[in-house]
């Protein structure tokens, strides 16, 4: 019997996309979004939806992601079948050679390869991987995409064995107002607590749909690699901070101006690779005091936006707060589903975009967000195609979910790509369009 360890090797198929439920969306009055401001709002119309009013985004040719370049390859020996992966087992070594249309952090190679080594560290990718392999075990896919693995750059992992939640027609302002039940809401009450079997039960849910890696406030041995915990899974990174409550406001603080909140982060949490606070989750003006707060060292704040940082939410901003982000090397984790369900609102990502802003993606929760990444990225596709007039490629969002989530959680120098050195976290999913292999990604479904 064949042993796969070294890899983690999914095999998902193509199907339709789901659409979501369209959510009612409305801004508060007092939001700090402006007329002349960007403001990536849910509406019928996409009047007011771009910067200076404009009808459709001015975003720059500027891009995060690396260049690539399309290179087919003679095919090897071992013919590709179409429709399925085909083993053939070698002599033993340890190796494994992957053979089909291969997203590398630079090219896309048509009838590609990757080797991957006993030690489970990617050896080579390229056209000529066989003649470089000992033996290898030969997997070969027809029709198939080979991708780097989903990361999940954001969720609570505590709650991934609860429900997701209604209510109604509601819409919040801010995180506390539906924690809480403050300012007129009702409170959305979700359980948390999952225990050892529950959270590996939902890290199994994930990595069926082509997750490798998580960080999700929590963690459970043996599917994922928990980015701020010690199960890793032999990645040997530091351990990112995940912070949920860096203004110490989880009783419910809301402050508009001014910073006395209970207890603001020391910028000792810089000390690690990666600081990854919850901020401005939230469309009022308390929320975006909360970005103020954590941007200056001003009225009591600590500014934090630094490269080590990466923001969690960051929905209430506005264009200068944008420009801090990209100025400082701040990235942010977007988890559309979940802000568009409880707030009607998301991060103003096409404005990050065209800033230079570095962008992640995650889940967020199962009671407001997506139970897995393939959904999310769904969402994702659905907000741009429908509301941003595609202003992201299918690429940029696939990279959202690979190569730009670990950037933001700085672990891209040991996953995140198809690259040599890199660890092989990796899935194979079936392609439907070879010459767009990103969209089979956004549009795979789980088998």
């Known amino acids: 019997m064949k042993k796969f360890l070294p890899i983690l090797l999914l095999v998902i198929s193509f199907a339709c996309a789901r659409t979501i439920d369209q959510e009612d969306v409305s801004v508060p009055s007092d939001a700090p979004y402006q007329d002349n401001q960007v403001q990536d709002v849910l509406e019928d119309t996409k009047s007011d939806q771009f910067e200076n009013g404009d009808s459709s985004p001015d975003i720059s040719d500027d891009s995060i992601e690396p260049p690539e370049e399309m290179v087919v390859c003679e095919q090897i020996q071992v013919p590709v079948p179409s429709g399925e992966c085909v083993v053939q087992e070698g002599g033993g070594s340890g190796e494994i050679l992957l053979h089909g249309l291969v997203l590398s952090s630079t090219s896309i190679f048509v009838d590609g390869q990757v080797l991957v080594g006993a030690d489970g560290l990617i050896a080579c990718v390229g056209c000529d991987c066989f003649g470089q392999a000992n033996q290898p075990d030969?997997?070969?896919?027809?029709?198939?995409?080979i991708s780097p693995g989903?990361?999940?750059a954001h969720d609570h992992i505590g709650w991934i064995h609860d429900t997701p939640k209604d209510w109604g027609d509601e819409r919040f302002d801010h995180r506390h107002d539906w924690r809480k039940g403050l300012r007129g809401h009702n409170k959305v009450s979700a359980y948390g607590g999952a225990d050892q079997k529950e959270k590996t039960w939902g890290e199994m849910r994930q990595a069926i749909s082509g997750t490798t890696s998580l960080s999700g406030s929590g963690?459970?041995?043996?599917?994922?690699?928990?980015?701020?915990g010690s199960n890793q899974e032999g990645l040997g990174q530091e351990a990112l901070i995940y912070q949920t409550f860096p203004l110490g406001d989880s009783n419910g603080t809301l402050l508009a101006?001014?910073?006395?909140?209970p207890s603001i982060d020391s910028k000792s949490v810089l000390y690690r690779d990666c600081y990854l606070p919850h901020v401005s989750e939230g469309i009022d003006h308390e929320a975006r005091n909360e970005f103020l707060c954590l941007s200056s060292d001003a009225n009591g704040g600590v500014d934090l936006?630094?490269?080590?940082?990466t923001f969690v939410h960051a929905i209430g901003l506005v264009p200068e707060d944008g420009q801090e982000l990209a100025v400082s090397g701040t990235a942010i984790i977007w988890?559309?589903?979940?802000?568009?369900?409880?707030y009607g609102n998301t991060a103003p990502v096409t404005m990050y975009k065209k800033q230079g802003v570095l962008i992640g993606l995650g889940t967020d929760w199962v009671p407001s967000g997506s139970m897995n990444m393939l959904r999310e990225l769904r969402c994702a596709d659905l907000l741009n195609s429908k509301y941003y007039d595609h202003a992201f490629t299918d690429k940029e969002l696939w990279f959202m979910a690979t190569g730009g989530a670990a950037m933001a959680?700085?672990?891209?120098?040991a996953t995140g790509s198809i690259k040599s050195?890199?660890?092989?976290?990796?899935?194979?999913?079936?392609?439907k369009d070879a010459d767009n292999p990103y969209r089979s990604i956004i549009d795979a479904e789980p088998q």
């Not at 030969?138 to 995409?145: K, L, N, Q, T």
């Not at 959680?409 to 120098?413: E, I, Y």
């Not at 050195?421 to 392609?431: N, R, W």
Request: aromatic share 4%; net charge negative; hydrophobic share 40%.
């Open 305 to 309: 936006t630094e490269p080590q940082s």
């Open 138 to 145: 030969v997997v070969s896919c027809g029709d198939s995409v």
């Open 219 to 228: 963690h459970a041995p043996g599917f994922l690699r928990n980015l701020d």
């Open 257 to 261: 101006s001014g910073c006395d909140y």
């Open 421 to 431: 050195g890199l660890q092989a976290d990796i899935v194979i999913m079936t392609a």
């Open 335 to 342: 988890s559309p589903r979940s802000n568009i369900s409880l």
């Open 409 to 413: 959680l700085a672990v891209d120098d």
């Open 150 to 152: 989903l990361i999940n």
